[in-house]
C-alpha cells in the first residue's frame, strides 16, 4: 500500500489565486512528521512546511499552510496569493517517527509521485 | 548560508565503468541520506547514516551499489558496475536527529549511463 498518495498528477492555478494540493498519508505509528517539498524545473528540492502528528494547530509558513486532518490521514497544501514562481513540481512526504517523536530530522522521509503545478497569468 | 554540497553536479559516462558520487553534509547534522529519482520509481530512499553508522540500506542494489561516510563530512555513494538503468537524479540530504525537523537537500548529482 502506498504510504503518501498525491492524485493530482497536475494542477493549473491562476496567477493570485489559491491552490490547494492534495496529500494523503498511512501510517500506524502515532509520531509522524509531514513534509511538502518544492521542486522547481532547476531541480533542487525545496522544504516548504513542516506538520507533527501531535501538533494542536495547522502549520503556516508565508503563503504556504497545510491543512492537517488527522482523522482523515490528510495534509493537503494551501499555497495563497499564487505566483507564476510558484510553477514547480510539489511533493508531499511523510517520516515516521518511530518510539521517539525526537528523531527528528533524523529519520528518512517517504515521497508521493508529485503534484505540477503551473500558474497561469 | 549552510548548504549540501554534492559532486558532480553531472556525470556521463558508459556502461561497466564504476562512478562515485560524494557529499559533504551541513555542519552538524548527524543524518545523511541518499535518494534517487527516477521519472518511473519518483523518489526513493537508497541508504542512510546517523553518526556515520548505516542505517538502512534495503533501498540498494547491494551487488553494485555502495554506500559509506568515511568521515562526519563526507558521504559518498559508488556504483560498480553502472548500467542504464541506474541514469537518474541522485541526491544527498542532511539532517539532525535531535529533534529539529527538516531535511536539506543537496542539488543532486545528474547521472547518465550510456
Known amino acids: 500500500a502506498q504510504k503518501i498518495t498525491q492524485t493530482q498528477p497536475g494542477m493549473f492555478v491562476q496567477e493570485k489565486e489559491a491552490v490547494t494540493l492534495d496529500c494523503t498519508y498511512d501510517t500506524s505509528d502515532p509520531s509522524y512528521g509531514l513534509f511538502w517539498y518544492k521542486q522547481p524545473s532547476s531541480g533542487e528540492m525545496i522544504f516548504l512546511i513542516y506538520?507533527?502528528?501531535?501538533?494542536?494547530q495547522n502549520a503556516t509558513e508565508g503563503r504556504y499552510s497545510l491543512n492537517f486532518q488527522k482523522a482523515r490521514k490528510s495534509a493537503n497544501l494551501v499555497i495563497s496569493a499564487s505566483q507564476l514562481g510558484d510553477s514547480a513540481m510539489y511533493f508531499c512526504a511523510m517520516r515516521e517517527g518511530g518510539r521517539s517523536i525526537l528523531t527528528g530530522g533524523g529519520n528518512k522521509l517517504t515521497f508521493g509521485t508529485g503534484t505540477q503545478l503551473k500558474v497561469e497569468l | 548560508d549552510a548548504r549540501v554540497t554534492q559532486t558532480p553536479r553531472h556525470k556521463v559516462t558508459e556502461m561497466g565503468q564504476e562512478v562515485t558520487m560524494r557529499c559533504q553534509p551541513i555542519l552538524g547534522h548527524n543524518t545523511v541520506f541518499w535518494y534517487r529519482q527516477t521519472m518511473m520509481q519518483g523518489l526513493e530512499l537508497l541508504a542512510y547514516?546517523?553518526?556515520?553508522?548505516?542505517?538502512?540500506d534495503s533501498g540498494m542494489p547491494k551487488d553494485r551499489f555502495s554506500a559509506e561516510m568515511p568521515d562526519a563530512t563526507l558521504a559518498t555513494l559508488k556504483i560498480q558496475p553502472s548500467e542504464p538503468r541506474d541514469s537518474a537524479v541522485y541526491f544527498c540530504?542532511?539532517?539532525?536527529?535531535?529533534?529539529?525537523?527538516?531535511?536539506?537537500f543537496g542539488p543532486g548529482t545528474r547521472l547518465t549511463v550510456l
Open positions: 506538520q507533527g502528528s501531535y501538533d494542536q
Open positions: 540530504a542532511s539532517g539532525f536527529s535531535g529533534g529539529y525537523n527538516e531535511q536539506f
Open positions: 547514516f546517523r553518526n556515520r553508522a548505516p542505517l538502512d
